[in-house]
């Protein structure tokens, strides 16, 4: 039986492997990321099911997924240009994609289905820090975090313990980490942007509760307080955290192994350890 | 109004080399092609990104007009235009 064996947090600023160069081995970033990648190697996973939230660079408003699950061998990435990494294909597990994307379907979450696309630095950035050597297959669900209306906390939480339902009916025997993909508190080219960068982060007081809340458990108070007027006040890519929100749904009132807050930003590096 | 087409501008120019280096080089003659309003042509050269903000062209995707200087628009001014615009509509706004 497949059974899910960890679960991680991460951001995935594309600036990460340019700020990675530069502060070394030892600086936040690096260390960060270290962190999370010795818990995800710790549990020797054979695919990883990542939530992440397209840039508008996946699909467009020709059809807009507010749910999408990506049923393909293979993908490439990133398809955008921010990040600096080198475009690339990362294996895929088609078969587990397809029975997450019908498990899905037949509990009520009806995801678009993808089986031609590619991926932004949204996964790219994340997988370059932690499966360095991309050995590692993924299955991609996509979350709408960018263009409101958004989907509730409620609902991506739901839509998460539906997920893990799914993967643990899967017969094969299989190692699955999860993935979440995002920032709590991050404004990119709009209104909120800060004098100086392409960026700001409006609600610092709000992510730092979004760290509180992660890391003493409290869930139900995270989804209480997630909302779309929350969301809103944010940042225009601050929906992120309703990819966290779904793998939350996964974790059955599990504390973390460790959730740290990155000084000056509005983002977040956490683990959740099933052994 | 074509906020769709502002939108479809942005991700092409990322998505679309070709299409991004024929609005570099001739802008106008580029725009005249898509389905855009005089309003939205005018707008867009005359980098006027906060009026493009308040038709409700997604912010995120407006970025990349800056990212790739298309029609000139620099951090700066881009800054200055989406935060007055934001402003004189009562929203929250970052800057000075």
């Known amino acids: 039986m497949a059974e899910i064996v960890c679960a991680l947090g991460v951001p995935h600023t594309p600036a990460f492997p340019r700020m990675a160069r530069s502060e070394g081995p030892e600086g936040p970033v690096e260390r960060l990321f270290r962190a999370v990648r010795e818990q995800l190697e710790a549990v020797q996973p054979d695919v990883l099911v990542v939530y992440d939230s397209d840039h508008v660079n996946t699909f467009f408003f020709n059809n807009w997924p507010t749910f999408a699950i990506g049923v393909t061998p293979q993908i490439y990435g990133p398809n955008d240009d921010n990040s600096g990494l080198p475009k690339t294909v990362v294996a895929s597990n088609e078969d587990l994609a397809h029975h997450l994307y019908a498990g899905g379907i037949h509990s009520g979450f009806d995801f678009a289905l993808a089986q031609k696309f590619e991926i932004d630095h949204s996964i790219m950035v994340p997988l370059h820090f932690v499966t360095p050597k991309l050995n590692v297959p993924i299955v991609p669900l996509f979350i709408n975090g960018v263009a409101p209306p958004l989907p509730a906390a409620k609902r991506c939480f739901a839509l998460g313990s539906a997920v893990r339902s799914t993967i643990e009916g899967w017969p094969q025997d299989l190692r699955v980490a999860i993935l979440a993909s995002g920032s709590f508190s991050l404004d990119v080219a709009g209104p909120m942007m800060e004098p100086g960068g392409n960026s700001g982060t409006p609600a610092m007081d709000w992510s730092n509760r979004v760290v509180e809340l992660l890391g003493a458990g409290k869930i139900t108070d995270l989804l209480e307080e997630t909302t779309s007027d929350q969301i809103a006040r944010a940042g225009n890519v601050a929906g992120e955290i309703l990819n966290w929100i779904a793998m939350l749904g996964m974790l059955d009132g599990r504390k973390p192994a460790f959730v740290e807050k990155h000084d000056g930003f509005g983002h977040a590096f956490a683990a959740w350890r099933w052994d | ?96």
């Open chain 2, 1 to 96: 109004m074509s906020v769709y087409a502002i939108n479809e501008l942005c991700y092409r120019a990322v998505h679309d080399p070709p299409f991004r280096e024929a609005l570099l080089a001739d802008p106008s003659g580029t725009l005249v092609t898509l389905d855009l309003t005089a309003d939205e042509r005018k707008a867009l050269l005359e980098r006027n990104v906060g009026q493009l903000y308040l038709w409700g062209a997604n912010t995120f995707l407006l970025g990349h007009l800056m990212r790739y200087k298309l029609f000139g628009v620099e951090r700066e001014q881009y800054s200055q235009s989406i935060w007055a615009a934001a402003r004189s509509a009562g929203r929250p706004a970052g800057g000075p």
